[in-house]
């Protein structure tokens, strides 16, 4: 189905989540109906895609502005502040740890960025496993562009020697053992041949002279970013400890992405340790994962205009707790100081704190006003659009509407006309081969609507009111629009006095038959001889015959067929777009 | 007794019983060159004198469908794939290029090497250690399917009840392939009573009675003198096939008077569309999902359009990289002018709405300003019966001092309600280029459920303040899908029959 929503996302697809009742009450810490959930779900901007009773189990779309959304426990810490059981920013401990990660300079020319965590006690049941697994997938494809932007490594801590070693190698100069293809020392270059991964992920190295590498401190190999990691540190059910790499071109969306991974695993149980990043270039350190709120000072009035409320301090204040923000009475008059947790990526502009406001009082209790003004018209482009339909029922043709999307050679070769790529639109990656430019005219559409309809009570009489679309170099985006009107008639005794007919009703109510003028002219989609050119005030804006027989055969059709065809554009003297 | 018929009536009984068949009421018709009504009302006289009637039969029309069409232009698999190696002058190939080459599914072309095979027209063998086809035949005459299926160029259809037993069987072949599609139509049948076809002609006395007043007889004054025929006026007349407008557009008409009603102005903008526009104005980072070539059709002829004013360009180019002037922190990347003229079918209409803020700023205009557009967007998909690769997008937008969420809502109930929706839920969403973004759910009264029908918000500052439009001026706006509304108006399931004019259906259609 195509959804409103959907269009104006842009087309993304909404990434999806499985919740498991049962695991959210332990989460939560409350006894959940899956019926009440139904609808709760729905007030912190979760889309319901599923519900499945007998299995309690409940399948969520969330934003892609919300990746903390991508686990359970991230929706759970929210579900907490709607509940009102825990208000205000949740709070995670980051112990300080002594390993070092060195950055060297020459990943500069290929992915510059590297930041890391360690994570401790982990004991993690089979959905948490699951969730784990999900978690980076859906991070990779939110925050990452899948892998191009971050990309996110895994690793068993207690198998590898700090210092790690952050550097970027000639392709064919070192070689270690791939995860997924265990059996074979590989050189990079020789995983992005032939490794799965190496071959799916080859093109976001594609060109570059150095290919990125982690190397502990016996130069074993850790991880090759971001294709794949060594086997060394390959994670099993003995695993205690991680270490997570995440490497990129990014360095905001790879701290965001070791926040959200590192806060979901402290939820599961697991106690948070920092690393050192020594960026030798610049000699500067820094220590992440850095979980620290994030301190925004905003006006209290500029979110009561926004919203259109009136809030209170106090109620505006409870609003940002239940949404899992601190806040409170800033030193500044008027303002209210809130720190927004460090999962939170969505947090760009003070306006993104009108929504959380929002949400937190709850749309539901929001009024509705109304602000009134304005005169409005309609575009004289459809008047005339509507005009003609009027004038087309009234002489009995039926009205269809085609797709502008087409096929070069119905368009052209079908209709017997000469076709030059260079001269229109012509789209670059269609999915459907089929749809490889736009109309430029309507009556190939209705010999077509004729095909379907071959086996209809005739006589069918036909017409359409639309815009083509024709190839202009001189405008703003390369082309121009034009407003069509196009008919056609096939019966048995269809013939070019009676399109004539049509063409004189119609000049005759639109008013402008004095100005119209039909001279012989040829056409190949036409018979020659019955064949004319409509000028209007000396212009062509339209032809008007019988269709050539080759043409009613190129459509399987089996009667006579007469047409017209003309730019009402120039009715109005002006240009569509 | 005396039977009395009238002189028409008379002449319709003598053709019946020369006949001596049940017939066709409308072939009949067109045979005798009699007005179908006429033809009719005669029957009916002869029903009344129990001396005929009709009854009304259903037959079923056997047609081929649109893969059949396309095999009967083409020729089916087997032949197809004969006619390729023949013209190439291939004596062996293997399975995995024939197949390639001629871009047939699956099915179809497996099952064509079977026959093809079965045929002694080919062999296959993996004696090369690869699975190769070789021809072993020089003549290929047609086979009787292929016969059968010429026949439908001479003759769109097929009467079911009147196959003989070779026909059935050949039909039932093409059906198993899914060439065949069927259609029920009402069709008319008169016929005789016993005594209509045993009763002599000559002894009927002509009855002097009229069906139809002439001018003659009305300028003259005969007509006091005259019997005028009763008509049955219960039964239905023949359908007309008069104009009528399309669906979607009455819908559209129907939208467009409700924004007009609202004080809405209607805009349109370019189709085919600058990525600017399409996104970077709308504070879409340049390497986001949506702007991927899978979900847009980019152009490769234009390539490149021509960006709008300097110092505007550079101030949307500031809000992504570092927010600009408008208090955002931004993207944090460089943007590239490049990948900003590159060249678009618009994804939505938001584009001209977008324009539309332009034209705000270039004319210095003063708010309030409420515009809307119902057009044409276009995306990178498969068609199948859920799924278009172009559709109807509706949009409204309000630019405005002071307004407010709840300005928001308020018009969204407005604008629903009048749509035939009166209980509205908006809830929190999400849409690039709106904060706060709601998305709205209608109760769908036929269904008794809750359905999803648009997305809103308020432009976020990055999009409206390189257009000069800054706080507390904001913009409201809101946009819905067309398509699925008509659907679920007429009931319709496949997606596709909105756009491929059944002209059975638009001549039906109740609006």
């Known amino acids: 189905m195509v959804k409103g929503g959907i269009l104006l996302t842009g087309g993304i697809k909404m990434p999806t989540l499985e919740l498991k009742v049962e695991r959210l009450e332990r989460l939560v810490g409350k006894k959940l109906n899956i019926k009440d959930l139904e609808y709760d779900l729905q007030w912190i901007g979760l889309d319901l895609e599923s519900i499945d009773e007998k299995e309690n189990k409940i399948k969520v779309e969330y934003s892609p502005n919300r990746p903390d959304f991508s686990s359970p426990e991230g929706i759970a810490r929210t579900l907490k502040g709607y509940y009102e059981l825990e208000l205000g920013a949740p709070t995670y401990k980051v112990s300080p740890g002594s390993l070092e990660i060195n950055v060297d300079p020459i990943v500069n020319k290929v992915r510059p960025y590297i930041v890391g965590g360690i994570i401790r006690n982990i004991d993690l049941d089979e959905d948490e496993v699951a969730t784990l697994m999900n978690i980076q997938e859906d991070l990779h494809w939110a925050l990452g562009r899948d892998r191009k932007k971050v990309a996110i490594g895994v690793h068993d801590l207690d198998k590898i020697i700090p210092p790690y070693l952050y550097t970027a190698v000639k392709p064919d100069s070192c070689k270690f053992r791939a995860l997924q293809l265990e059996r074979f020392e590989l050189t990079p270059a020789e995983i992005l041949e032939e490794h799965p991964k190496g071959i799916k992920y080859a093109h976001i190295l594609e060109g570059k002279e150095v290919y990125p590498i982690i190397f502990d401190k016996n130069n074993e190999v850790i991880s090759f970013p971001p294709i794949i990691n060594g086997i060394l540190t390959m994670v099993t059910d003995e695993t205690k400890n991680l270490f997570i790499d995440i490497t990129g071109t990014d360095f905001r969306a790879i701290n965001y992405t070791l926040n959200i991974l590192s806060t979901t695993l402290a939820d599961m149980g697991a106690k948070i340790e920092s690393v050192k990043v020594n960026y030798n270039e610049d000699g500067k350190q820094i220590t992440t994962p850095d979980l620290n709120l994030m301190k925004w000072t905003v006006s209290k009035k500029y979110i009561n205009d926004y919203v259109g409320v009136n809030l209170s301090e106090t109620e505006m204040i409870k609003c940002f707790q239940k949404v899992r923000f ?252 | 007794m005396g039977i009395k018929l009238k002189q028409n009536v008379l002449e319709i009984l003598k053709t019946l019983q020369e006949k001596d068949v049940e017939c066709d009421a409308s072939e009949l018709a067109k045979e005798i060159n009699l007005d179908y009504i006429i033809l009719m009302s005669a029957v009916n006289d002869l029903d009344k004198e129990n001396l005929g009637g009709f009854k009304e039969k259903y037959i079923d029309y056997l047609y081929l469908t649109e893969e059949g069409l396309n095999y009967l232009k083409k020729g089916l698999p087997s032949r197809q794939l004969i006619n390729y190696l023949v013209k190439n002058k291939i004596k062996e190939i293997s399975i995995a290029e024939l197949k390639d080459k001629s871009e047939l599914p699956d099915k179809p072309f497996y099952r064509a090497i079977q026959n093809l095979r079965r045929n002694k027209w080919i062999a296959t063998s993996k004696a090369t250690g690869e699975n190769k086809v070789f021809m072993v035949a020089d003549d290929f005459p047609n086979k009787e399917l292929e016969v059968f299926l010429k026949t439908f160029k001479k003759k769109p259809f097929y009467d079911k009840s009147k196959l003989s037993k070779k026909e059935a069987e050949l039909i039932e072949i093409l059906n198993k392939r899914n060439l065949i599609q069927r259609e029920k139509k009402t069709q008319r049948l008169i016929f005789l009573t016993p005594e209509g076809k045993k009763i002599d002609i000559r002894k009927i006395e002509i009855l002097k009675e009229v069906s139809k007043i002439t001018s003659e007889m009305l300028i003259s004054g005969k007509w006091k003198n005259i019997n005028l025929k009763p008509f049955n006026v219960s039964i239905s007349g023949p359908r007309m096939h008069a104009g009528k407008i399309h669906p979607l557009i009455n819908i559209i008409n129907e939208i467009r008077e409700i924004f007009l009603s609202m004080g809405f102005t209607e805009i349109k903008g370019p189709i085919v569309e600058s990525a600017f526009f399409n996104f970077d104005a709308l504070f879409q980072p340049q390497d986001h999902p949506a702007r991927e070539m899978q979900d847009t059709f980019y152009l490769n002829n234009p390539k490149q359009s021509k960006l709008p004013e300097k110092e505007r360009v550079e101030a949307v180019k500031a809000t992504h990289e570092n927010g600009g002037d408008c208090g955002s922190i931004g993207w944090g990347y460089d943007w590239s002018y490049d990948i900003a003229k590159k060249v678009v079918l618009r994804t939505h209409t938001t584009a001209t709405t977008c324009r539309r803020l332009a034209q705000f700023y270039r004319e210095k205009e003063k708010p309030p300003v409420k515009v809307f557009s119902i057009d044409k967007v276009f995306r990178n998909e498969r068609l199948d019966h859920s799924h278009l690769a172009e559709f109807m997008q509706i949009e409204g937008i309000v630019i405005d001092e002071n307004v407010t969420l709840c300005d928001l809502r308020g018009l969204l109930t407005e604008f629903y309600r009048k749509m035939g929706f009166p209980k509205i839920i908006t809830r929190p969403s999400f849409f690039p280029y709106t904060e706060p973004s709601l998305e709205i759910a209608v109760y769908y009264e036929k269904l008794g459920e809750w359905l999803e029908m648009g997305g809103s918000g308020i432009f976020r500052p990055e999009v409206t303040y390189p257009w000069g439009i800054k706080d507390p001026t904001r913009v409201l706006a809101w946009g819905l899908g067309l398509e699925r509304l008509v659907m679920l108006k007429y009931g319709r399931e496949d997606i596709r029959d909105l756009y491929r004019n059944p002209i059975k259906w638009l001549r039906e259609v109740s609006y």
């Open chain 1, 326 to 577: 601190n806040a409170k009475p800033s030193k500044e008059k008027g303002m209210v100081d809130i720190w927004v947790p460090a999962y939170r990526v969505d947090i760009m502009h003070a306006v993104d704190f009108v929504e959380e406001c929002a949400i937190g009082y709850g749309y539901f209790n929001l009024p509705t006003t109304i602000q009134e003004g304005c005169i409005g018209e309609f575009h004289p482009f459809q008047e005339l659009c509507n005009l003609i339909r009027k004038i087309m029922i009234g002489a009995q043709y039926l009205e269809v509407v085609n797709f502008m999307l087409t096929n070069s050679e119905r368009h052209y070769n079908f209709m017997k006309r000469e076709y030059v790529l260079k001269d229109h639109i012509q789209i670059l990656n269609p999915k459907s081969k089929e749809l490889d430019t736009t109309r430029t005219q309507l009556l190939p559409g209705l010999m077509e609507n004729l095909l379907y309809n071959r086996s209809e009570e005739k006589p069918i009489k036909i017409f359409e009111v639309g815009e083509i679309i024709e190839l202009d170099l001189s405008t703003e985006t390369g082309a121009r629009q034009n407003l069509h009107l196009a008919a056609v008639t096939y019966h048995e005794n269809s013939n070019f006095t009676e399109i004539r007919s049509l063409l004189d009703h119609l000049t005759i109510s639109l008013g402008i038959n004095e100005k119209i003028k039909v001279t012989p002219t040829d056409s190949p989609t036409y018979i020659e001889g019955r064949v004319g050119k409509i000028s209007y005030n000396g212009e062509s804006i339209g032809i008007i015959g019988e269709i050539n027989p080759e043409v009613i055969l190129n459509f399987n059709l089996e009667f006579p067929v007469a047409a017209l065809e003309m730019d009402i554009n120039k009715l109005l003297g002006k240009q569509l777009i």
